[in-house]
């Protein structure tokens, strides 16, 4: 499932084609996506103004002009394509960046369509349908569910170690786990989790508790480290999870840890050899030698 990253990035591929432009057209396909479209979905996001285009851990926030708010979640396998008209009437797409391209979307997975009045399409696919939208009112957003309980962002101020020592205080858990906690910190997922600790050489699975302060400092200064590297490459690509423009992103390339099984540690001068243990029924990597 695409991870902070990866959503951050959507949000950067999509903003200059929809933050401050009306909905002109707005097409829904399909009744539902995970969940059933809102009620009027289609009315009352045609003529509507994306004010703002935000992210908040991993949801695409759209404030709109109007009293609702346009919530997205990518899912599993949920991409938008971006097209605009060319200056000699053609369609393109843009594919800022250096990455490698995603194949051609089946156009029986196009679910979603919005067209601003500034010509641009904006098609959101998804072959699983594990994504969702809903249309929440603005002035309580913060109240509903998905998000009334969220921890601060990892690249806030809010978020440091002091954050973690409190919430770690007593832990027997280990750290990956708390830490893929939406409540004590949102946004993180599984991938970053497993970078971000193998950084800070700290164990995922020993009790949380125990982590001291210095090395709990270090590991906020590795998870920001670790997002930010990742934003900047455009976020992972995992099977078909791919950018706004349909571009796929290559931070896969810069893992040290995930996926790297067998692998020797790249953490100087350790000679450890990355290993795969099941934790709460996910994959975690880590270097048993170092990692301690």
Aim: proline fraction near 8%; charged fraction near 25%.
């Amino acid at each position: 499932m695409p991870e902070l990253p990866e959503v951050e990035t959507v949000r950067g591929g999509l903003a200059p084609v929809l933050e401050g432009h009306r909905l002109a057209r707005v097409e829904a396909r399909r009744p539902d996506l995970r969940f059933p479209l809102p009620v009027n979905f289609v009315q009352i996001l045609t003529g509507a103004t994306i004010v703002k285009l935000a992210r908040r851990a991993k949801y695409l926030v759209a404030t709109l002009d109007r009293e609702d708010t346009l919530v997205m979640h990518l899912g599993m396998s949920g991409r938008f394509e971006i097209s605009r008209p060319e200056p000699d009437g053609a369609e393109g797409s843009e594919r800022p960046g250096h990455f490698h391209y995603a194949p051609a979307p089946d156009p029986k997975h196009a679910h979603i369509v919005f067209e601003t009045e500034a010509g641009a399409r904006v098609t959101y696919y998804d072959p699983r349908r594990f994504g969702y939208m809903a249309l929440i009112n603005t002035a309580t957003l913060h109240l509903h569910p998905w998000f009334a309980g969220l921890g601060p962002e990892p690249l806030s101020e809010a978020f440091g170690a002091q954050r973690l020592k409190t919430a770690f205080k007593d832990r027997k858990q280990g750290p990956k786990t708390l830490l893929l906690d939406q409540r004590i910190v949102a946004g993180l997922g599984n991938i970053y989790v497993c970078e971000a600790l193998n950084r800070a050489r700290i164990s995922p699975f020993k009790p949380a508790g125990g982590i001291s302060r210095p090395r709990l400092e270090r590991l906020t200064a590795e998870i920001r480290a670790v997002l930010t590297e990742a934003i900047a490459a455009g976020g992972s690509t995992l099977r078909d999870f791919a950018q706004a423009d349909g571009a796929l992103g290559y931070f896969q390339h810069s893992f040290r840890t995930y996926d790297r099984e067998g692998e020797p540690c790249c953490n100087a001068p350790c000679k450890g050899v990355i290993a795969r243990k099941m934790q709460a029924g996910r994959s975690t990597f880590y270097c048993p030698t170092c990692q301690v």
